[in-house]
Protein backbone atom coordinates (compact mmCIF):
# COMPACT_ATOMS: atom_id res chain seq x y z
CA UNK A 1 0.00 0.00 0.00
CA UNK A 2 1.13 4.05 -0.75
CA UNK A 3 1.88 5.89 2.05
CA UNK A 4 0.14 9.44 1.05
CA UNK A 5 2.27 12.15 0.74
CA UNK A 6 2.78 14.05 3.74
CA UNK A 7 2.76 18.15 2.88
CA UNK A 8 5.86 19.77 2.72
CA UNK A 9 4.71 21.88 6.12
CA UNK A 10 3.62 19.37 8.29
CA UNK A 11 6.70 17.29 7.68
CA UNK A 12 9.06 20.73 9.10
CA UNK A 13 6.80 20.80 11.99
CA UNK A 14 7.29 17.00 12.72
CA UNK A 15 11.35 18.23 12.22
CA UNK A 16 10.69 20.01 15.25
CA UNK A 17 8.55 18.06 17.20
CA UNK A 18 10.04 14.97 16.68
CA UNK A 19 13.75 15.90 16.92
CA UNK A 20 14.51 14.92 12.99
CA UNK A 21 16.75 18.30 12.64
CA UNK A 22 20.53 18.69 13.29
CA UNK A 23 20.21 21.27 15.99
CA UNK A 24 18.08 18.80 17.75
CA UNK A 25 19.34 15.32 17.18
CA UNK A 26 19.29 13.03 20.49
CA UNK A 27 22.56 12.22 22.22
CA UNK A 28 21.56 11.79 25.56
CA UNK A 29 19.62 9.23 27.38
CA UNK A 30 17.99 12.28 29.23
CA UNK A 31 17.72 13.58 25.22
CA UNK A 32 15.34 10.80 24.81
CA UNK A 33 13.36 10.72 27.25
CA UNK A 34 12.49 14.07 26.67
CA UNK A 35 11.73 12.98 23.34
CA UNK A 36 9.12 10.26 24.77
CA UNK A 37 7.82 12.61 27.10
CA UNK A 38 6.88 15.13 24.29
CA UNK A 39 5.75 12.68 21.36
CA UNK A 40 3.93 10.10 24.09
CA UNK A 41 5.38 7.45 22.26
CA UNK A 42 7.92 6.67 19.63
CA UNK A 43 9.49 3.57 18.40
CA UNK A 44 13.02 2.54 19.38
CA UNK A 45 14.82 1.57 16.31
CA UNK A 46 12.74 1.97 13.22
CA UNK A 47 13.97 4.34 10.13
CA UNK A 48 12.38 6.69 7.93
CA UNK A 49 10.82 3.85 6.38
CA UNK A 50 8.36 3.13 8.97
CA UNK A 51 7.23 6.76 9.79
CA UNK A 52 6.73 8.14 13.43
CA UNK A 53 8.52 9.25 16.13
CA UNK A 54 11.90 7.56 16.42
CA UNK A 55 14.82 7.38 18.47
CA UNK A 56 16.91 6.41 16.14
CA UNK A 57 16.18 9.26 13.32
CA UNK A 58 16.11 11.56 16.60
CA UNK A 59 19.66 10.43 17.01
CA UNK A 60 20.72 10.90 13.43
CA UNK A 61 19.06 14.34 13.37
CA UNK A 62 17.53 13.91 9.76
CA UNK A 63 13.81 13.41 8.65
CA UNK A 64 15.56 10.58 5.81
CA UNK A 65 17.59 8.49 8.04
CA UNK A 66 17.91 4.61 7.24
CA UNK A 67 19.21 2.11 9.15
CA UNK A 68 22.37 0.79 7.24
CA UNK A 69 22.92 -2.95 6.62
CA UNK A 70 26.30 -3.10 8.71
CA UNK A 71 24.80 -1.57 11.87
CA UNK A 72 27.40 -2.70 14.07
CA UNK A 73 30.01 -0.25 12.06
CA UNK A 74 27.73 2.77 11.63
CA UNK A 75 28.10 5.75 14.41
CA UNK A 76 24.53 6.89 14.30
CA UNK A 77 23.19 3.03 14.89
CA UNK A 78 25.13 2.02 17.90
CA UNK A 79 24.78 5.60 19.21
CA UNK A 80 20.85 4.98 18.89
CA UNK A 81 21.45 1.14 20.49
CA UNK A 82 23.65 2.47 23.50
CA UNK A 83 20.81 5.08 24.44
CA UNK A 84 18.03 2.65 23.87
CA UNK A 85 19.66 0.43 26.51
CA UNK A 86 20.30 3.35 29.20
CA UNK A 87 16.86 4.56 28.49
CA UNK A 88 15.61 1.12 29.54
CA UNK A 89 18.06 0.88 32.69
CA UNK A 90 17.00 3.93 33.89
CA UNK A 91 12.87 2.73 33.57
CA UNK A 92 11.52 6.47 33.33
CA UNK A 93 9.82 5.53 30.89
CA UNK A 94 8.05 2.33 29.60
CA UNK A 95 9.69 0.16 26.83
CA UNK A 96 8.55 -2.98 25.39
CA UNK A 97 8.13 -4.54 22.33
CA UNK A 98 3.95 -3.58 21.60
CA UNK A 99 1.73 -3.18 18.90
CA UNK A 100 2.87 -5.06 15.51
CA UNK A 101 5.85 -6.24 17.96
CA UNK A 102 8.01 -3.24 17.69
CA UNK A 103 9.98 -1.59 20.47
CA UNK A 104 8.29 0.76 21.40
CA UNK A 105 8.53 3.32 24.51
CA UNK A 106 6.01 5.42 26.15
CA UNK A 107 5.34 7.95 28.81
CA UNK A 108 4.19 7.34 32.36
CA UNK A 109 1.21 9.26 31.51
CA UNK A 110 0.00 7.06 28.60
CA UNK A 111 1.01 3.60 30.42
CA UNK A 112 -3.18 3.21 31.60
CA UNK A 113 -4.03 4.21 28.01
CA UNK A 114 -1.88 1.68 26.25
CA UNK A 115 -2.59 -0.87 29.19
CA UNK A 116 -6.37 -0.31 28.28
CA UNK A 117 -5.84 -1.05 24.64
CA UNK A 118 -3.28 -4.09 24.82
CA UNK A 119 -2.90 -5.24 28.35
CA UNK A 120 -4.57 -8.54 29.46
CA UNK A 121 -6.33 -8.26 33.44
CA UNK A 122 -5.22 -11.14 35.07
CA UNK A 123 -8.74 -12.70 35.15
CA UNK A 124 -8.55 -13.19 31.17
CA UNK A 125 -4.73 -14.35 31.15
CA UNK A 126 -6.14 -17.85 30.93
CA UNK A 127 -7.60 -17.29 27.73
CA UNK A 128 -5.88 -14.83 26.37
CA UNK A 129 -2.10 -16.01 26.89
CA UNK A 130 -0.86 -19.40 25.43
CA UNK A 131 0.27 -21.69 27.94
CA UNK A 132 4.06 -20.79 27.23
CA UNK A 133 3.19 -17.60 28.36
CA UNK A 134 1.67 -18.42 31.59
CA UNK A 135 4.61 -20.41 32.71
CA UNK A 136 6.68 -17.71 32.44
CA UNK A 137 4.79 -15.38 34.20
CA UNK A 138 4.57 -17.76 36.65
CA UNK A 139 7.83 -17.65 37.66
CA UNK A 140 8.52 -14.02 37.10
CA UNK A 141 5.88 -13.89 39.52
CA UNK A 142 7.48 -15.55 41.89
CA UNK A 143 11.05 -14.62 41.20
CA UNK A 144 10.38 -10.72 40.24
CA UNK A 145 12.86 -10.75 37.80
CA UNK A 146 15.40 -13.32 35.53
CA UNK A 147 17.89 -13.53 33.00
CA UNK A 148 16.61 -14.75 29.99
CA UNK A 149 18.59 -18.29 29.97
CA UNK A 150 17.28 -18.92 33.96
CA UNK A 151 13.98 -17.97 32.71
CA UNK A 152 13.96 -20.60 29.89
CA UNK A 153 14.80 -23.04 32.24
CA UNK A 154 12.93 -22.35 35.05
CA UNK A 155 9.77 -21.79 33.10
CA UNK A 156 10.53 -25.27 30.86
CA UNK A 157 9.59 -23.24 27.54
CA UNK A 158 13.87 -24.11 26.67
CA UNK A 159 12.98 -24.14 22.66
CA UNK A 160 14.26 -20.66 21.64
CA UNK A 161 11.73 -20.29 19.18
CA UNK A 162 8.93 -20.65 21.42
CA UNK A 163 10.36 -18.35 24.17
CA UNK A 164 11.15 -15.56 22.32
CA UNK A 165 6.93 -15.81 20.87
CA UNK A 166 6.15 -16.02 24.33
CA UNK A 167 8.18 -13.26 25.71
CA UNK A 168 6.32 -11.33 22.75
CA UNK A 169 3.19 -12.08 23.65
CA UNK A 170 3.50 -11.14 26.95
CA UNK A 171 5.37 -7.72 25.82
CA UNK A 172 2.23 -6.87 23.93
CA UNK A 173 -0.11 -7.86 26.86
CA UNK A 174 2.08 -5.25 29.41
CA UNK A 175 2.99 -8.01 31.49
CA UNK A 176 7.02 -8.42 31.13
CA UNK A 177 9.06 -5.81 30.26
CA UNK A 178 12.86 -5.81 29.71
CA UNK A 179 14.81 -4.14 32.22
CA UNK A 180 18.42 -4.10 31.83
CA UNK A 181 20.73 -5.87 29.09
CA UNK A 182 24.17 -7.36 29.56
CA UNK A 183 26.72 -7.71 27.07
CA UNK A 184 29.64 -9.31 29.28
CA UNK A 185 30.47 -12.56 29.72
CA UNK A 186 27.46 -12.76 26.97
CA UNK A 187 24.38 -11.38 25.79
CA UNK A 188 21.30 -11.40 27.56
CA UNK A 189 18.68 -9.76 29.00
CA UNK A 190 17.04 -9.14 32.32
CA UNK A 191 13.41 -9.50 32.29
CA UNK A 192 11.13 -8.30 35.00
CA UNK A 193 7.43 -7.71 35.38
CA UNK A 194 5.97 -4.12 34.30
CA UNK A 195 4.30 -3.95 37.50
CA UNK A 196 7.57 -3.76 39.18
CA UNK A 197 7.87 -0.38 37.48
CA UNK A 198 4.92 0.48 36.56
CA UNK A 199 2.59 -0.32 39.15
CA UNK A 200 0.68 2.69 39.94
CA UNK A 201 0.49 3.57 36.06
CA UNK A 202 -1.01 -0.19 35.58
CA UNK A 203 -3.59 0.13 38.19
CA UNK A 204 -5.26 2.85 36.89
CA UNK A 205 -8.19 2.35 35.05
CA UNK A 206 -8.84 4.11 31.81
CA UNK A 207 -12.33 3.57 29.54
CA UNK A 208 -11.33 2.07 25.94
CA UNK A 209 -13.10 5.11 24.29
CA UNK A 210 -10.24 7.37 26.54
CA UNK A 211 -7.79 5.23 25.90
CA UNK A 212 -8.22 5.62 22.05
CA UNK A 213 -8.72 9.68 22.23
CA UNK A 214 -5.45 10.43 24.05
CA UNK A 215 -3.27 7.80 22.17
CA UNK A 216 -4.87 9.76 19.00
CA UNK A 217 -3.88 12.73 20.60
CA UNK A 218 -0.34 12.45 21.49
CA UNK A 219 0.62 11.55 18.27
CA UNK A 220 -1.40 14.16 16.17
CA UNK A 221 0.49 16.84 18.49
CA UNK A 222 3.32 15.37 17.34
CA UNK A 223 2.56 14.88 14.04
CA UNK A 224 0.53 17.94 12.98
CA UNK A 225 -1.72 16.00 11.02
CA UNK A 226 -2.68 12.59 10.20
CA UNK A 227 -2.96 10.64 6.69
CA UNK A 228 -5.56 7.78 5.96
CA UNK A 229 -4.46 4.72 7.77
CA UNK A 230 -1.08 6.59 9.12
CA UNK A 231 -2.32 6.14 13.14
CA UNK A 232 -3.33 2.93 12.44
CA UNK A 233 -0.14 1.79 10.66
CA UNK A 234 2.38 3.44 13.22
CA UNK A 235 0.36 2.39 16.51
CA UNK A 236 -1.16 -1.19 15.37
CA UNK A 237 -4.87 -0.07 16.45
CA UNK A 238 -7.37 -1.37 14.07
CA UNK A 239 -8.28 1.26 11.25
CA UNK A 240 -11.49 1.87 13.12
CA UNK A 241 -10.39 2.43 16.53
CA UNK A 242 -7.52 4.57 14.97
CA UNK A 243 -10.28 6.39 13.37
CA UNK A 244 -12.77 7.05 16.34
CA UNK A 245 -9.40 8.38 18.21
CA UNK A 246 -9.48 11.32 16.02
CA UNK A 247 -13.02 11.32 15.66
CA UNK A 248 -13.39 12.04 19.19
CA UNK A 249 -10.67 14.90 18.75
CA UNK A 250 -12.70 16.71 16.49
CA UNK A 251 -15.91 16.46 18.17
CA UNK A 252 -14.06 18.26 21.39
CA UNK A 253 -12.27 20.67 18.61
CA UNK A 254 -8.68 19.50 19.42
CA UNK A 255 -8.72 18.69 15.73
CA UNK A 256 -10.45 19.29 12.25
CA UNK A 257 -11.00 16.80 9.73
CA UNK A 258 -9.63 17.91 6.05
CA UNK A 259 -11.16 14.54 4.25
CA UNK A 260 -11.66 11.24 4.59
CA UNK A 261 -9.13 9.84 7.40
CA UNK A 262 -7.39 13.29 7.20
CA UNK A 263 -6.99 15.07 10.44
CA UNK A 264 -5.18 18.26 11.52
CA UNK A 265 -4.40 20.23 14.46
CA UNK A 266 -7.16 22.87 14.28
CA UNK A 267 -4.18 25.54 15.77
CA UNK A 268 -1.76 23.71 13.57
CA UNK A 269 -1.06 27.41 11.39
CA UNK A 270 -0.33 29.12 14.63
CA UNK A 271 1.96 25.75 15.86
CA UNK A 272 4.15 26.36 12.97
CA UNK A 273 4.29 29.88 13.17
CA UNK A 274 5.49 29.70 16.85
CA UNK A 275 7.93 26.72 15.93
CA UNK A 276 9.51 28.91 12.74
CA UNK A 277 9.52 32.11 14.99
Not at 177 to 183: G, N
Not at 226 to 238: D, M
Request: with cysteine.
Amino acid sequence: MKIPEIPEEVEAYRDQMWRRAADLRIETAVDAEQLVEAAGFCSALIDARRGGPSLYVAVCGRRDAFMPRNVQKDPESSLAWITKDEVMRRGKVYYAKLGKGRATFVARRLVPHFNALWGVPRRKEAEALSAEARAILKVLRREWEMATCDLRTESGVTERPRFTRAMDELQRALKVIPAEVLYEPWFTYIWMLAESRFAEELAVKVKREVALTEVARAFLNGAGLTVRGELARITGLSRPDAGLGNQALVKEGYAEQLATGVYRLRDFTERLKSLAG
